[in-house]
């Protein structure tokens, strides 16, 4: 899957595989039994759930998608 950002000025590529689908899907499961988030509601007002979004988050885009630059 490729897709542009920043006005058409980046282009980034993303193999997104079944593999990383389901481990996508795991840590989102994993995230939402640990902070006992079950609807929308929850997510925006509870402060377990905003405090551990951005590392869930980050280890998915980081560690699991793993965009890649286009040139």
Do not use: W
């Not at 902070?35 to 925006?44: A, P, S, T």
């Not at 869930?56 to 040139?71: A, K, P, Q, T, Y």
Request: with cysteine; proline share 1%.
């Amino acid at each position: 899957m490729n897709f542009e950002t920043c006005d058409g000025e980046v282009k980034i590529h993303l193999d997104l595989t079944e593999e990383k689908k389901d481990i996508i899907a795991e840590k989102i499961i994993q995230y939402c039994v640990k902070n006992e988030c079950f609807d929308g509601e929850v997510l925006y007002q509870s402060d377990d759930c905003i405090i551990d979004a951005p590392s869930v988050l980050g280890d998915i885009i980081d560690n699991v998608m793993c965009f890649e630059r286009v040139d």
